[in-house]
């Protein structure tokens, strides 16, 4: 088989995370800090891919070029195509195809973190040759996703969000392709939603009598589409980490698998794994609990935090009950006021989700 190309899809307005994404494209809102669109560009150099094509939006482009740049940090080389308008998957591969020629390719959608990577997926294409892989993978609520059905190992039928899915198996947001899709993808008419659908696409090689196999997944896959979703996420990472220990404690303890970044400093604090704490982070008089992210630049003093992400240059000061289950984004400030009169004062942004327990 010629030389896989990548594919990873990065543009997309983010709504579901909003206020975090009003300033920042979701695929760099950070899990155990790290981007989301690292781990995809990591999974695709692990499987071998050298050459990978990352589709932008015009909003958070350069946003984007920034965070991921030639690729040569992640041992890739790195083409960006513009989409202009989010006119769906289809269109975003027919948007890439100067850039992937005929070559076969993986497509990895951005904001999808997968916890095996797609070393295997990459593999089973290699060898067996099918005109399309997909991944596939057990969900509890298949009508929520699309959805295939299977005839003999085969993909017989593609079915998006199913009134009564037939099967479990819903589509993981990687999918391998020949160049066959190009014409598949020019053959389909948009959905109802205005937008070229890919399971319209594969669903048309299946009925053009080519071959499309199914891949299950058995590790966690997690679209971090939603703010849940992230710390989900952010716990399934977390409960892989490997403890490691360069910042500077002071009178403070750790417990269990704990990261804290050079640079970074606890004074009176105890912070109990699995949780990272980013560099130049000042921990202070606070406790910071299972499966929570520190940024970098992070300020906590007289806090409590569980279960939560904080991104970089926040500060959280003098609060009287625990945070949890809680996305905080860049340069906020949470603190109490003056102790009288007892009041609530807040300055938020758009959409957000504020809840007083």
Not at 39 to 52: F, K, N, P, Q, S
Not at 79 to 101: K, M
Not at 131 to 137: E, F, K, P, Q
Not at 250 to 273: H, N, P, Q, W
Request: no cysteine.
């Amino acid at each position: 088989m010629e030389t896989l190309k990548g594919l990873i899809l990065s543009g997309g307005k983010g709504t579901r995370l909003r206020p975090i994404t009003h300033t920042s494209a979701k695929q760099l809102v950070p899990v155990a800090n790290k981007p989301v669109l690292f781990y995809g560009l990591e999974a695709m150099a692990d499987a071998g891919i050298g050459e990978v094509g990352i589709i932008i939006a015009p909003e958070t482009g350069d946003e984007i070029r920034a965070a991921a740049g030639d690729g040569s940090a992640f041992g890739i080389r790195i083409t960006y195509i513009e989409q202009d308008t989010p006119a769906g998957l289809a269109h975003a591969v027919l948007t890439a195809e100067n850039f992937l020629g005929d070559s076969p390719f993986v497509m990895y959608l951005g904001d999808n973190l997968l916890r095996d990577g797609i070393h295997d997926l990459v593999e089973t294409f290699r060898s067996d040759a099918p005109d399309a892989l997909i991944l596939l993978t057990p969900v509890p609520d298949p009508e929520n996703y699309g959805v295939a059905e299977l005839d003999d190992g085969r993909v017989a039928q593609l079915v998006e969000k199913p009134r009564e899915p037939k099967t479990d198996l819903a589509l993981v947001g990687v999918y391998m392709f020949t160049a066959a899709i190009f014409d598949a993808a020019r053959a389909i008419e948009p959905s109802w939603r205005n937008e070229l659908e890919i399971t319209d696409a594969i669903q048309t090689l299946v009925d053009r009598g080519m071959r499309v196999d199914p891949h299950i997944v058995h590790g966690w896959w997690k679209d971090t589409g939603r703010v849940q979703d992230m710390l989900e996420a952010n716990r399934l990472i977390l409960d892989d980490l490997a403890e490691r220990v360069e910042g500077e404690l002071a009178d403070s303890r750790v417990e269990g698998r704990v990261v804290i970044e050079k640079g970074a400093r606890l004074e009176r604090s105890t912070v109990r794994g699995p949780a990272i704490v980013g560099r130049g982070s000042r921990i202070t008089d606070a406790y910071i609990g299972p499966y929570t992210a520190i940024g970098e630049d992070v300020e906590i003093t007289g806090a409590e935090l569980e279960h939560s992400i904080v991104l970089s240059g926040s500060a959280i000061r003098h609060l009287e009950y625990r945070v949890e289950a809680s996305l905080i984004g860049k340069n906020v400030e949470i603190r109490r006021g003056p102790a009288l009169p007892k009041a609530y004062r807040f300055v938020v942004g758009d959409n957000a989700d504020v809840q007083i327990l």
